[in-house]
């Protein structure tokens, strides 16, 4: 696992919070304040989960589509499982359908020029380390939405195969298949990629 | 025996300890797992070097703010067409209920219906509200709660109080409203925004309701200015046409650009003065996305200027369009600094003042030193080289490398041009050039490098 999202939440016994039990109750019977306890609870987790699931550009956006998920479905949740994993199940699933909504940069660099110049500065300005950051965001978006959601899922938030199979409702050996070709994917990817080459030896000086 | 199979490759990648003997001796007598281990490897390298990242505070409270609009006024169904034929149903009861009465009386009597005072106005609806700007004084408060400062980035709710010497304020949702006031106001409850004493300016494509003392404007596509001081009320209107009403008469008047009235206030609508055109500008309104600027730390009184136009003073905190901007800061007394910044939606950019440019000239003896440093650095530029002549074997000709040196001797920015020259030779030279320390020059300088590729050397 290469970093942690607390995800290890998803196997915690059903709510023994009281209080959390009595906002989801509230919020199941279409209760806003209740409702709003509910973001206020979540929003950090979601938007974690949500991380590298879609393009940075549109993870405020997706935020608000997951909870208008939430609310939309939340009379349906029944409590056969924890409430913070068939939250989890609605994130991964509406980041699965969410569409491309921005096509804006995300250059998250400073670069200072000289007074003299007028044109704005190339591209290959911006520093390496956020360079390599935004070209492998650009590698997890060319992936189909399946096999991103595995790859993310499994090799960044260190969910398990089994796990991943029953959020996405599938089987491990789906998942893995699925993984196997993500990886292979996003290496063929990155050996294409001239800012990224050198990790894998081709490009080096 | 077979080649390893996924698992005991990511096994090998990862270093794990427990890897069998027969794993790691097929690893050794085997080039083609040996590669595949090696792409694994570099795969989580990669992965592993990604920075995990969130919405700001600002955003989440952004989303909240849309989300409970959205919450309260009843979420859209997910087959919209359906909400739609109820009103189109009644939308073709009204065309026929029209046609009749055209039938039954095509030459009606020529009484001109007077507009009626709209019994509705208190239930104009009002949107959360982003503070785009907000001078240091402003500050907010909920019902009867104790107030609180505020500041660019905050969400205002339909029951806030706000007092501020100026304030520019936009819906968080996709609404067609720009707001810019002072003074005291307060927002929602029997009208979208009511001034107590001070002022409001609104540019509008959908309807926005102010209220100042007993005067009620509504309008739904202007550009105005309301003003209440001294039992007065001001009302400007530069674009469009506003409706105008009493709130005790129930009078109404419609009010079209270009126009200026005065009352005293609880006087009669019509007694309106027509006074000299008051200039009436445009709200502050950057498009969305849009990112926090906080030039809060910059010298006071560092005057700003974004894309060639004056964005204020500092200290000053402010929402802007996200994207690249040319950021001039000129600190009281001091020379005009300038750089490019790119602002990221929903994410803070603090502004700091950079070094000045100024400085006594590189000595002669420094740049000698320089350049002798950069001929020892030679190897690593013409492996660049090598990059361009892999894609083409007669790749020769001379590349300008551009280089902004720290006074430390620290490369800050560097550039190429050169005609033909493939992207990952330019990048190349970038990357070795930023890489670079040169010997100190006293000052910060502007270098220009021309490197001269030919491949008589091979």
């Given at each position: 696992?290469?970093?942690?999202?607390?995800?290890?939440?998803?196997?915690?016994?059903?709510?023994?919070?009281?209080?959390?039990?009595?906002?989801?109750?509230?919020?199941?019977?279409?209760?806003?304040?209740?409702?709003?306890?509910?973001?206020?609870?979540?929003?950090?987790?979601?938007?974690?989960?949500?991380?590298?699931?879609?393009?940075?550009?549109?993870?405020?956006?997706?935020?608000?589509?997951?909870?208008?998920?939430?609310?939309?479905?939340?009379?349906?949740?029944?409590?056969?499982?924890?409430?913070?994993?068939?939250?989890?199940?609605?994130?991964?699933?509406?980041?699965?359908?969410?569409?491309?909504?921005?096509?804006?940069?995300?250059?998250?660099?400073?670069?200072?020029?000289?007074?003299?110049?007028?044109?704005?500065?190339?591209?290959?300005?911006?520093?390496?380390?956020?360079?390599?950051?935004?070209?492998?965001?650009?590698?997890?978006?060319?992936?189909?939405?399946?096999?991103?959601?595995?790859?993310?899922?499994?090799?960044?938030?260190?969910?398990?195969?089994?796990?991943?199979?029953?959020?996405?409702?599938?089987?491990?050996?789906?998942?893995?298949?699925?993984?196997?070709?993500?990886?292979?994917?996003?290496?063929?990817?990155?050996?294409?990629?001239?800012?990224?080459?050198?990790?894998?030896?081709?490009?080096?000086? | 025996?077979?080649?390893?199979?996924?698992?005991?490759?990511?096994?090998?990648?990862?270093?794990?300890?427990?890897?069998?003997?027969?794993?790691?001796?097929?690893?050794?007598?085997?080039?083609?797992?040996?590669?595949?281990?090696?792409?694994?490897?570099?795969?989580?390298?990669?992965?592993?070097?990604?920075?995990?990242?969130?919405?700001?505070?600002?955003?989440?409270?952004?989303?909240?703010?849309?989300?409970?609009?959205?919450?309260?006024?009843?979420?859209?169904?997910?087959?919209?067409?359906?909400?739609?034929?109820?009103?189109?149903?009644?939308?073709?009861?009204?065309?026929?209920?029209?046609?009749?009465?055209?039938?039954?009386?095509?030459?009606?009597?020529?009484?001109?219906?007077?507009?009626?005072?709209?019994?509705?106005?208190?239930?104009?609806?009002?949107?959360?509200?982003?503070?785009?700007?907000?001078?240091?004084?402003?500050?907010?408060?909920?019902?009867?709660?104790?107030?609180?400062?505020?500041?660019?980035?905050?969400?205002?709710?339909?029951?806030?109080?706000?007092?501020?010497?100026?304030?520019?304020?936009?819906?968080?949702?996709?609404?067609?409203?720009?707001?810019?006031?002072?003074?005291?106001?307060?927002?929602?409850?029997?009208?979208?925004?009511?001034?107590?004493?001070?002022?409001?300016?609104?540019?509008?494509?959908?309807?926005?309701?102010?209220?100042?003392?007993?005067?009620?404007?509504?309008?739904?596509?202007?550009?105005?200015?309301?003003?209440?001081?001294?039992?007065?009320?001001?009302?400007?209107?530069?674009?469009?046409?506003?409706?105008v009403s009493d709130t005790v008469t129930r009078e109404r008047r419609r009010v079209t650009a270009p126009a200026t009235l005065r009352w005293a206030d609880g006087a009669p609508l019509s007694s309106a003065r027509e006074e000299a055109l008051m200039p009436v500008t445009s709200p502050f309104s950057p498009k969305k996305p849009w990112a926090r600027f906080d030039a809060s730390g910059l010298p006071a009184g560092t005057a700003i200027s974004l894309d060639g136009a004056a964005l204020g003073v500092s200290p000053l905190v402010s929402l802007l369009t996200a994207?690249?901007?040319?950021?001039?800061?000129?600190?009281?007394?001091?020379?005009?600094?300038?750089?490019?910044?790119?602002?990221?939606?929903?994410?803070?950019?603090?502004?700091?003042?950079?070094?000045?440019?100024?400085?006594?000239?590189?000595?002669?003896?420094?740049?000698?030193?320089?350049?002798?440093?950069?001929?020892?650095?030679?190897?690593?530029?013409?492996?660049?080289?090598?990059?361009?002549?892999?894609?083409?074997?007669?790749?020769?000709?001379?590349?300008?490398?551009?280089?902004?040196?720290?006074?430390?001797?620290?490369?800050?920015?560097?550039?190429?041009?050169?005609?033909?020259?493939?992207?990952?030779?330019?990048?190349c030279l970038v990357r070795t050039a930023k890489g670079l320390t040169l010997p100190p020059l006293g000052a910060e300088a502007e270098l220009e490098v021309p490197l001269v590729f030919t491949a008589g050397g091979r």
């Amino acid at each position: 696992m290469l970093y942690s999202d607390g995800s290890a939440a998803l196997h915690a016994p059903a709510m023994r919070d009281a209080a959390r039990a009595d906002v989801i109750e509230r919020a199941r019977s279409g209760d806003a304040a209740a409702f709003r306890e509910l973001y206020a609870q979540h929003h950090r987790q979601v938007a974690r989960q949500l991380t590298f699931l879609v393009p940075r550009a549109d993870l405020e956006d997706v935020l608000q589509d997951v909870f208008i998920e939430v609310f939309r479905s939340i009379r349906r949740f029944e409590g056969k499982s924890a409430f913070t994993t068939w939250l989890y199940r609605v994130t991964v699933h509406v980041a699965m359908k969410a569409r491309r909504k921005h096509t804006r940069s995300r250059l998250d660099v400073v670069e200072e020029l000289p007074e003299s110049a007028d044109e704005r500065p190339l591209p290959v300005e911006v520093s390496l380390s956020a360079e390599r950051q935004a070209r492998v965001e650009a590698l997890l978006e060319k992936l189909s939405p399946k096999k991103r959601t595995v790859l993310v899922m499994h090799d960044l938030q260190g969910v398990e195969a089994q796990t991943i199979a029953e959020v996405l409702d599938t089987n491990v050996l789906t998942v893995r298949t699925r993984l196997f070709y993500a990886r292979r994917e996003l290496e063929a990817l990155a050996k294409d990629d001239p800012a990224l080459a050198d990790f894998f030896g081709g490009g080096g000086s | 025996m077979k080649h390893l199979d996924e698992a005991q490759r990511e096994a090998l990648a990862a270093g794990v300890p427990e890897v069998d003997a027969a794993t790691v001796a097929h690893h050794a007598s085997c080039p083609q797992c040996q590669a595949a281990v090696r792409d694994a490897q570099a795969r989580r390298k990669l992965l592993g070097g990604l920075a995990p990242y969130t919405l700001s505070d600002m955003a989440f409270r952004r989303v909240e703010a849309r989300l409970m609009e959205q919450v309260e006024a009843g979420l859209p169904s997910r087959t919209p067409w359906l909400a739609w034929l109820i009103p189109a149903g009644a939308l073709a009861a009204m065309a026929l209920t029209l046609l009749v009465l055209q039938l039954r009386a095509p030459t009606a009597p020529e009484v001109v219906a007077l507009p009626k005072a709209p019994e509705k106005l208190a239930a104009a609806p009002f949107h959360p509200l982003t503070v785009l700007r907000a001078t240091a004084d402003s500050q907010t408060r909920t019902g009867e709660g104790a107030w609180r400062a505020l500041s660019a980035g905050d969400v205002l709710a339909s029951g806030d109080a706000v007092s501020s010497g100026g304030l520019a304020l936009a819906p968080a949702a996709d609404v067609g409203w720009a707001l810019e006031g002072r003074g005291s106001l307060a927002l929602g409850g029997a009208a979208t925004a009511s001034i107590g004493a001070g002022q409001l300016t609104a540019q509008v494509s959908e309807l926005l309701v102010v209220r100042a003392g007993t005067r009620q404007v509504e309008a739904a596509e202007a550009l105005f200015l309301v003003s209440r001081s001294a039992a007065e009320v001001v009302l400007s209107v530069a674009q469009g046409a506003v409706d105008v009403s009493d709130t005790v008469t129930r009078e109404r008047r419609r009010v079209t650009a270009p126009a200026t009235l005065r009352w005293a206030d609880g006087a009669p609508l019509s007694s309106a003065r027509e006074e000299a055109l008051m200039p009436v500008t445009s709200p502050f309104s950057p498009k969305k996305p849009w990112a926090r600027f906080d030039a809060s730390g910059l010298p006071a009184g560092t005057a700003i200027s974004l894309d060639g136009a004056a964005l204020g003073v500092s200290p000053l905190v402010s929402l802007l369009t996200a994207g690249r901007h040319r950021l001039s800061l000129t600190p009281p007394g001091e020379a005009t600094r300038e750089a490019w910044v790119d602002l990221v939606g929903g994410a803070p950019f603090v502004a700091t003042l950079p070094e000045a440019p100024e400085g006594p000239a590189p000595s002669e003896d420094a740049l000698a030193r320089v350049q002798s440093e950069l001929v020892r650095h030679r190897p690593k530029l013409a492996a660049c080289y090598e990059k361009w002549l892999k894609a083409n074997p007669s790749a020769a000709g001379t590349v300008e490398l551009s280089l902004v040196v720290a006074s430390s001797g620290k490369v800050k920015a560097a550039r190429v041009r050169g005609e033909a020259l493939p992207k990952a030779s330019a990048e190349c030279l970038v990357r070795t050039a930023k890489g670079l320390t040169l010997p100190p020059l006293g000052a910060e300088a502007e270098l220009e490098v021309p490197l001269v590729f030919t491949a008589g050397g091979r």
